[in-house]
């Protein structure tokens, strides 16, 4: 058992069937890499994973999805609980219009944090965990929009730590960034695993090969194959995935 | 006048080669320079005969009909416009967040309000006021209070209109962060989306504002045209707009009209100047 397992995750828009029978298992303290073209479901399986999905109309879910073995669309489970738990970073940095220290106490203010020292502790802690503290220490009152984008995306990945969560889900987290700014992200993303299990959707095929642990390959809402990173890179079984890997498609 | 780069990167064709563009650069600039000479010429003449029309009496404290006093009216102006804003912006600003945030997107109710406040938007003013007259004067005879409810009726459906596109310019990226960080819904709505929009909504309200300072038809049959200072809001009580159209109305006060035009004038356009600098502060702003 992972620390997240997808089975047989089946998801609608409508009537469009977006994914179709998933079945995917992220370990603990391990990377697990989404790579497939556009279009194909990857972001669909992130938002299912926290309930973002809740927020899109006419979206329906069947199957399960377990984190530490429990239904996170059973009853048993609380929407904010699970979203605190299970970080996420989107694909575009999105820091919230207002000042670096306030974006990153925004989450622990939700969660009913309200002392200014335990606040200051936890700012402090995200910030040197996203490795952007140094960059930012002087001007915790600035507004976050006058970051770089790559400092953005780090603020970013400090607001969703700030909460505590067990898991990160990122969303093409390198997308929008130079490659120096992508080297950074990634070397935080390898360096997080060993407190947090993270999912990282990818289209970046190095940056799979590069940080993750496991990597499974989606087509259309399915996923093709699943498996260790080195093997699926060195030797992938299915003929669409080594199309895919070296580039032949998609 | 400044040459634009050619959208294609080659440089751009003699402008004798293409009349028609010549021409239709003319014809544009033309009517800017048009607009500008008409703006130009009313504020002018308000200004020149306005400006030396002032004195130190019509600013004394109490009306009589020697002095034509505006003061009273400025001060009624300004507690007409703050009780019709107290009315129509919180109810105003909280349907929009009802409508952008809660309700479902394109669902029939919000589409059904929507229409409804663009038709409310378009009634003359005058409507309005017989409106109010039947409804507020019934209860609170000529009054401020009676002016302000109907002026709030008014601005009601501009105020919740501009809220509600500042809201829905307002990315979802910034929602879904919040939503993502295990954030409840009016969390998300007063600590992110609502501050993102608040300069959109600010410049409703100050719109709002401006019609409130030049209404007039609503407010003669609703808080009556009583020269006096106002001494609670069951007083009958004038802005300075009825002021002016109360001195032109009874024939011996056009002088007095002409130096209420100015000062109007002087107000508008310093509610744009403040305007201006609320959304540039807004735009600069985001440090703590
Ligand atoms: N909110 C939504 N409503 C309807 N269709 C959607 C929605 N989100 C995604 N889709 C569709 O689902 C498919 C998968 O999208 P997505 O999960 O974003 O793919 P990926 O992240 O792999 O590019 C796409 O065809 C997309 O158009
Ligand atoms: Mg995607």
Redesign the interface.
Known sequence: MGKIDIENLNLYYGEFHALRGVSLSAPERGITALIGPSGCGKSSLLKTVNRLNDLSEGCRVEGRVLLDGEDVYGGGMDIYTLRRRVGMVFQKPNPFPMSIYDNVAFGPRSHGVRARSVLDGIVEESLRRAVIWDEVKDRLAGSALRLSGGQQQRLCIARALAVRPETLLMDEPTSALDPISTAKIEELASELKKAYTIIIVTHNMQQAARVSDRTAFFLLGEVVELGDTSRIFTAPRDKRTEDYITGRFG | MRMRPSLTGKSPPALGRRPLSLLLRLLVTAAAVVTALIVLFVAGYIVINGARRLRPSLFALKYTSENVSMTPAIIGTLAMTALALALAAPLGIFSAVYLAEYA??GSRLVKTMRLAAETLAGIPSIVYGLFGALLFNRLWGYSLLAGAATLAIMLLPLIMRTAEEALLAV?D????????????RL?VVF??TL??AAPGILAGIILAVGRAVGETAALIFTSGTSPELPRSIFSSVRTLSVHMYALWNEGLYGDEAYATAFVLLVITAALNALSGIVSGRFRG????
């Open positions: 479902r997107r990315p990226m910034y929602r879904e962060g919040g939503f993502g960080l295990g954030a409840g969390r600590a992110i501050p993102a702003g985001g440090d703590g």
